[in-house]
Structure formats: C-alpha cells, structure tokens
C-alpha cells in the first residue's frame, strides 16, 4: 500500500511540471515570433528584399559626332539581335537540365532563321552562373528577312525574342579617323560599384575624340530593379530609372577639307595639320596611313587586332600628334626670331657662304654643296642656307633659340583636346650630359640652328608656331570641338618688336615667290612658309623627311599648315611643296591665271664677304 500511495504521489506533481515546461516554451516561441514578425520586421524585410533584388544598370545613348558643317561623323544604329531568357527554359532536377534546355532551343531556332547560333555549352554555363536574370545574345547583326523568319514561328518557340542593342557607327570610314578614335563595348566589373549586381554593355571611349570626351558622349545611365527567386532566376521586373543620353559634339574640322588633306598625302606615310591661326580650330588633320574605326567597333577579333598593332606603318599611331621629327630647315623661322631679339643683331649683316661651315670633324654643308655667296637674313632664309645660320647661332649660343622653341610651344604638349600627345624635345646641357655622358658643344648649336641633332617636334607644334608668327605672337591653344561661345584659349603672348618678326614674315614669303619653296604658288593668295628637309639614322643609312610649313594669306594670315613626309624621296621642296598649294587652292581657290611652272633660281654670284663667321673648330658630337 505504500508504494503504490508514493506512485500516487509522483503522478500528482509530475503534470503540473511538465505543463509548465510547454508554456515556457510556447511563450518563448511567441516572443520570438513577435520579435521577428513585428519588432524586427523591417529590418529582416530588408536582408529579404537584399537577397532578392537584382539592380541592373543600364547604358544611355551615346552623343552622336558632328563636323563643323553639320555632317555625322559617328552616330548610333540599332543591332538587331535574338536573345535566349534562360528563366524562360528553367527545367527541374539541376542546372545540367536548363543548360541542355537553352542549347536545344539555340539549336531549334538556328533551324529556323538559316543561320547557327554561336553559344557554346560553355558561355551557357558562364551565363547562368554570372549574369542569370539578363538576357544571352546568341544571334547578332540579323536583317529584316531573318527576323520576319523567326517571327513567323514565335509561337512554337518559348524563351526567345527580338533584343536591340544599340552600337557605334562611323559613316565616312577612314576619314578623320585619328581625330574621331572609336568606341568599344564597355564590359565594367560590378564588383567595382557595389550598387549594381549587373550591367548591360554600352559603348565606351577607346581612342581620340571618343575617349577624350566620354563622359560627356555617354550621358548617364539608368537602372532597372529585377526581383528573383532563390535559384536567382527573374520573377518580376521593379521600377527603376530611365537613361539619360549623351550629348552631341560638333567639332572644328571640315570634311571637305580633311577629305583633300588626307587624299593629298595618299600614298605616303606622314601628317598633315591645318590651323585656324585667329582661334586655333584645328580645320583639319590627317595622319596616314590609317584605319577604319568601324572595324574596331564594338570589339575586332584577336587576331585582327594584333595585326593592327603589329603592322609595319602602324596605322593607329597619330604621327599628327604623337610623331616627334627633326624639324629641319623650318626651325630657321625660330633661329631667325631668337637671333633678332639679340642686342646688336643686324638682318642687313652678311655673311660669304662657301657651301660648307667648317667644324672638325664633321662639316655642316649646304643642300646639294650649294655656294650662296654673300646673304643676310632674308636671302638665308629664301635659299636655306645652312652656314648662315650656324654662322649667326655660334654667336648668339643655344639658349636663345631655346627659350624662343619653348616660347612657341616646342618642347611641351600644346593642350589639344585629344589624348596620347607626345612633348617633343628641346635639347640641353643638362640632358647631352644625362644621355651621352658629354658637354654641349658649338656642334649641337650649329645642328640646333638648322633644325638637326636631338630636336624634336611633332606636326601640331610647328603647326601652332607657325600660327603664332601669322598672327604676331599668340600661341594659341589648339581645339578640335567648338567651344560653345567660349574665348580663344591663348596660352601666351610673345612681345616682338615689330620689325623683328616683320623681318621673318618678309623672308617667309620670300621663301615662296623665289626661294626654295616656289612649288607651293598657284593659289588664288599668296602665302609665306618654310621648307626643311631633315636627315636622321646613321651615316651609313640616312634617311630624310620632307616638311613645309606655310601660313595664308601672306598679308593677312587666316590658316597655317605644317605637313610632314617621312622617308621622302625628294626634297621638301619638291615633295611638300605641292601638297601644300593643294590644299589652300582647296581653301581659297586656284589663281585666276595658271603660272608658268616654277624654274630653278640660280644662287647669287659670289663676291667678297663683308662678315666671316667668327667661330672656333670643335668637335661635333
């Protein structure tokens, strides 16, 4: 009876205890409930909303590319393509499935449009782990013919549609394609902007006016809001916000002019730069040979790609902007000028050219050994006549012609709105020192003087010093897109007295009605320039570029042109020369009555010196 009274007892407490046990756990369970699905909510409704929304962000279309006249030089046109929705094909039982499901289908439509797909298993794969909730091109670049054909069978085929991407275009070619540069796909890493999970590719920038200013062509992109299920497949498309587009460039060139410019140096391998010497708009400016932008639009294959950068001409180099050359015989304009800012320089001082400056070992001689006789400035200058000018630099030093180059805009970018510009090279003590492990000898100012040694420049910087002379000492910024109503952009101003670079304008345009730059006549203006044909490489292989530089009209300056020829075959004046009467009779028109061709001008007879050069024999270095 005991032990079943202490049964008894057990039961009797062992009930109450356990029933206190489940309402713990209930009221627990509650307050967690409650602290979930009430306290809580928004903050866990947002990890929710976080793991199940996709932001994608979306291009904007890109500002089209004007000439100054109004013609397009790179616009937008739609890419017709068909696109795989892999949410569309999704098959149970693992990603093998849906991967075999959207193949079938590519293979299925390829039947029905006449054209194969170019989806591997493997870009499948990459897209579903990658980029699940966006579309997969599988067809681009389809005509009108073969989207009716797929349109017609629409019904029998599920997760497939038409999709337009948008893509650059560049509709004259090869014109100007140097200056307009090109744009590609633009495939940017989300992980380096955490707000996007994805990105449609747009177009982005990769060369000349197209890099330079893409910011401002591409505009602002939008986003769209995507909601996914688990597997990250789309459900549902949110709100989002529309791109806004790019705006439109209108640049300073004319394609007329370019079109002659580049068609005048067809067949050679140089530049060519025209200049607006008031403003310094850059009318036009060629570098050949070239390329077709279109064929690096949205992406070449690898293979074309590395021939291109491979070929021997290197075709995508801006020799405009990005050659540096000996300047040769133009730079005489920039000994004149230093030589005339000297105290005591007199332009009426001559000097007994024999056709040879004699320095030990290597003697400085005149084009084809040439004896000039007795000349002063001018006629130096109309003849080119190299001893001359060592003659007057040997007096004066190197650093005056140095402080006039850099003065002019040599030895430093010139600030044009395109990327990739080379400096150039003004040479000094300091950098004979660093390279050759030498001093600066009279050699190198004599060389310096007639545009030889290490001097360097490109296209655009004789170009920009020429206008400057033109225009009486404004070295103007140049400029490829109009500014909008914005000031010329001056970057400074060289104080000449007026007879110093009155006495250059005079020997430039001599230089053209009877000295060796004669071939440019015929114009319907008269012009002023300056030849130079200049030597580089080894003595035992010397090669020569041809250069003219010219401004016009004479009296009353509007363009400057500076045009190079690498490797000519002839002399400037013979090679340049021609090409520059080219392109002002373009300009300005031919001259009402054709001029006999110009004959050779025989040097003036040689007489008794007045001045002989007063020099000391050094080594050229």
């Not at 866990?44 to 006249?69: E, K, T």
């Not at 950098?431 to 050699?443: F, H």
């Amino acid at each position: 009876m005991e032990l079943h009274g202490t049964s008894q007892t057990f039961d009797g407490w062992r009930i109450p205890l356990l029933g206190l046990i489940f309402l713990a756990g209930f009221l627990l369970l509650g307050a967690r409930l409650y602290n979930v699905q009430v306290k809580n909510a928004a903050t866990f409704s947002g990890r929710l909303n976080r793991q199940s929304i996709r932001r994608v962000l979306l291009p904007s279309a890109r500002g089209r590319i004007f000439d100054r006249n109004g013609v397009i030089l790179a616009d937008n046109r739609p890419n017709m393509c068909l696109a795989m929705f892999v949410e569309e094909m999704r098959r149970s039982g693992g990603w093998d499935n849906t991967i075999n499901a959207v193949a079938e289908q590519a293979d299925r439509v390829a039947e029905i449009i006449g054209q194969p797909h170019t989806l591997s298993r493997e870009a499948i794969a990459a897209h579903v782990n990658k980029r699940l909730p966006l579309p997969l091109v599988a067809w681009d670049h389809l005509d009108e013919q073969t989207i009716a054909r797929f349109e017609e069978r629409t019904e029998s085929v599920s997760g497939v549609d038409v999709h337009v991407l948008s893509e650059r275009v560049y509709p004259l070619g090869k014109l100007a394609a140097h200056i307009i540069g090109y744009a590609g796909r633009d495939t940017p890493d989300p992980a380096n902007d955490e707000r996007y999970h994805y990105t449609v590719m747009g177009m982005y920038g990769r060369a000349g006016i197209e890099a330079q200013y893409n910011s401002t062509l591409a505009g602002v992109p939008g986003y769209q809001l995507l909601r996914v299920d688990v597997s990250g497949y789309r459900r549902v498309e949110l709100q989002g916000t529309d791109p806004k587009p790019g705006r439109d460039l209108t640049l300073t060139i004319d394609t007329t002019l370019q079109r002659e410019v580049e068609n005048t140096l067809a067949g050679e391998v140089g530049a060519c730069v025209v200049l607006d010497v008031r403003n310094g708009d850059i009318l036009a400016m060629a570098s050949l040979p070239s390329f077709d932008p279109n064929t690096l639009s949205p992406a070449p294959s690898h293979a074309f790609w590395t021939a291109l950068q491979k070929a021997p001409d290197h075709p995508l180099f801006n020799r405009a902007i990005q050659g540096r050359y000996p300047p040769g015989s133009t730079f005489k304009m920039v000994t004149a000028l230093a030589a005339l800012g000297q105290p005591g320089f007199d332009p009426k001082n001559t000097y007994f050219c024999e056709g040879i400056y004699d320095l030990n070992p290597r003697p400085i001689r005149c084009a084809f050994g040439e004896h000039h006789g007795t000349v002063g400035l001018r006629l130096s200058m109309r003849h080119s006549c190299n001893g001359y000018f060592c003659h007057i630099a040997a007096e004066m030093g190197p650093e005056p012609m140095r402080q006039m180059a850099r003065a002019l805009g040599m030895g430093a970018k010139t600030g044009i709105d395109l990327p990739g510009e080379a400096e150039g090279l003004v040479p000094d003590e300091a950098r004979k020192k660093e390279v050759y492990k030498d001093i600066w000898r009279l050699g190198d100012t004599c060389l310096m003087s007639i545009g030889q040694g290490d001097l360097l420049t490109t296209p655009l910087q004789l170009a920009v010093a020429t206008a400057a002379i033109a225009n009486g000492g404004q070295v103007l910024r140049p400029r490829l897109v109009q500014s909008g109503g914005q000031g010329v952009a001056v970057m400074r101003n060289i104080n000449w007295q007026q007879g110093q670079i009155e006495e250059v304008k005079r020997g430039l345009e001599e230089v053209i009605t009877l000295g060796t730059g004669r071939r440019v006549r015929g114009s319907a203006v008269t012009a002023a320039g300056k030849t130079g044909t200049a030597e580089y490489g080894t003595r035992a292989n010397l090669k020569r570029h041809a250069w003219m530089i010219a401004y016009a009209p004479a009296e009353a300056p509007s363009v400057a042109i500076s045009i190079v020829i690498e490797d000519a075959d002839d002399t400037a004046g013979i090679a340049a020369a021609p090409m520059v009467r080219r392109i002002l009779t373009t300009i300005f028109g031919a001259a009402p009555t054709p001029e006999a061709a110009p004959t050779e001008v025989p040097p003036p007879p040689a007489t008794t010196p007045i001045a002989h050069p007063s020099t000391t024999v050094e080594e050229i270095s």
